[in-house]
């Protein structure tokens, strides 16, 4: 599976943002969700990457599973137009977090993965949610997972930056440091 550059994906997803309305937001995050999992497939993924198969049968392909799932627009029928026309259907695998991540900027929101080693009360999570609103000054929507090689603590990935306040991080900072100071 071809890998894409960052800035290829924000083109791509920025165009179909620019396409969209605020009202049909959902609908395409949905669409990209569902094409996203249909990559798990492997399947789907040989017809999509097989250069036997014609360019309309991968735009069928495509729009069949979106039709069937619930994911199907005409916008969003467009874009998988393009997006097979120039070759790029792999770019459907990933394009979901880009477009996301656009999406709630434009909304003036961000979208926070916080990661704990341990689960996280309710308070707990209040706390980091207003802590992220104060420094970013906007919205903040989390979205947790959980990671027992933490050891302990939390980091926190939002508007590609990483606070890292993980006992893991912290014994490799220390590791590093001391490996410079040997030197």
Do not use: C, W
Not at 7 to 23: F, I, K, N, P, Q
Not at 50 to 70: F, H, M, R, W, Y
Not at 77 to 87: E, L, R, Y
């Amino acid at each position: 599976m071809k890998k894409y550059s960052p800035s290829l994906m924000r083109a791509y997803a920025g165009a179909l943002l620019e396409s969209v309305s605020s009202e049909e937001i959902p609908g395409v995050l949905n669409g990209l969700k569902i094409l996203g999992d249909a990559f798990k497939n492997e399947a789907f993924t040989d017809i999509l990457y097989s250069p036997n198969i014609s360019e309309a049968d991968k735009t069928a392909v495509i729009k069949q599973i979106l039709q069937e799932k619930g994911g199907h627009s005409p916008v969003f029928d467009s874009f998988i137009d393009v997006i097979v026309d120039k070759g790029r259907e792999g770019l459907l695998d990933s394009l979901y977090r880009t477009f996301e991540s656009m999406a709630y900027n434009r909304q003036n929101i961000s979208k926070a993965l916080v990661v704990s080693a341990i689960p996280l009360k309710d308070l707990e999570l209040s706390q980091i949610k207003q802590k992220l609103k104060t420094l970013l000054n906007k919205e903040t929507e989390l979205e947790v997972e959980y990671d027992k090689s933490l050891i302990g603590g939390i980091k926190v990935f939002v508007d590609d930056q990483e606070l890292d306040l993980s006992i893991e991080g912290q014994l490799q900072r220390l590791s590093k440091q001391m490996i410079s100071e040997e030197r």
